[in-house]
């Protein structure tokens, strides 16, 4: 019988395994359509995880996300329309401008808390959002600015591309794997206990000596950088940039996936995520107020299950462990003589 303990790494397997064989058995199940779904899905997970990393470990609710999304967005593709600049260099752009900006920001911002912080995100992301618009010789404005994938890398007579779908597919699997990883690391680090001790009581992290000004920021640029991750990869997933992106209502969807999904927990961005991306999917091609569910089940969930999807399942296995571990108690206190 599996404990409380083995069963999440057991399913953490099972997801592994399931995500690696995507390309082959989605096809044979479904429609080969859901593969690129589940890329976007990872993509958008990432983004989510973003927020979660601000709202979930550090207690700042950022509507500002998008800006950094839209900044990965335009790095890769102003770097490979305008600058002629090959794939990884295009992507290095993507990030770095993301994290830029995010540090530039977050300098302002994190000295804020509470409305005052997710008021001062928003009007950032939409000074850059109108600059955008309005610079259309370099961003496209209204339009979107469309470019060509340069190969990934090439090798002898080996040539990896985004044009390939399993390349495209496996690259967005391990980079955002590779991501969640880090912040995984990241959390479980004296920096994430930080982090956690900031989010409770700011003034008692003071007073046991924590920078908390330094160290929101770090979290902030950290945050930056997973969503001009995200970004550059959704660039290079969708061979454009647009400013439509860096709104801020692109910001609210990932604010509702991560708490729907569970903030403050590693995997909630991702079970948020695939919930809304998929109810989209299958409800949009017969019903264009697909929304309407999509905020029905938000409301439903923030109520029944204030700690998200995630949060919810983590309570119930440690209601199980209790049970379990008072029914070995029990038993072993009757077999002994």
């Not at 395994?17 to 082959?24: D, G, Q, T």
């Not at 980079?175 to 930080?194: E, Y």
């Not at 995520?273 to 299958?282: A, D, G, H, K, Q």
């Amino acid at each position: 019988m599996m404990t409380p303990n083995v069963i999440p790494r057991v399913m953490l397997i099972a997801f592994g395994a399931f995500l690696v064989a995507v390309p082959w058995l989605i096809p044979m199940l479904l429609n080969k359509f859901w593969v690129s779904v589940i890329a976007e899905i990872m993509i958008w997970s990432l983004f989510a995880a973003s927020v979660n990393l601000l709202f979930g470990y550090v207690g700042l609710l950022s509507f500002g996300q998008a800006l950094y999304f839209g900044f990965g967005m335009y790095g890769v593709a102003i770097g490979v329309a305008t600058l002629g600049l090959s794939f990884w260099p295009a992507f290095g752009l993507g990030i770095a401008a993301s994290v830029a900006i995010a540090l530039v920001s977050g300098i302002f911002a994190v000295r804020l808390t509470w409305h005052y912080f997710a008021i001062i995100t928003v009007v950032f992301s939409l000074i850059f959002y109108f600059f955008a618009v309005s610079v259309k010789p370099v961003t496209g404005g209204d339009d979107v600015i469309n470019f060509s994938l340069p190969p990934t890398f090439s090798i002898g007579g080996v040539t990896g591309s985004f044009s390939d779908a399993n390349f495209q597919y496996f690259f967005i699997l391990a980079t955002v794997s590779l991501c969640f990883f880090l912040t995984h690391r990241v959390i479980q680090s004296p920096l994430g206990k930080a982090f956690v001790a900031i989010r409770d009581n700011d003034v008692r992290a003071a007073l046991i000596g924590l920078n908390v000004y330094q160290i929101r920021l770090i979290a902030f640029v950290m945050a930056g950088f997973l969503a001009g991750v995200s970004g550059a990869l959704f660039a290079f997933f969708g061979r454009y940039a647009s400013a439509s992106y860096m709104f801020y209502h692109v910001s609210g969807e990932a604010v509702v996936w991560a708490i729907v999904g569970g903030a403050g927990t590693l995997f909630g961005p991702i079970v948020g995520t695939t919930l809304f991306i998929v109810i989209r999917e299958l409800v949009s091609t017969h019903w264009e107020h697909h929304a309407l569910i999509v905020g029905v089940m938000a409301i439903l969930v923030v109520i029944l299950a204030p700690k998200g999807l995630v949060g919810l399942w983590n309570e119930w296995l440690v209601r199980w462990g209790a049970r379990a571990k008072s029914a070995s108690t029990r038993t072993n206190l009757q077999t002994e003589p």
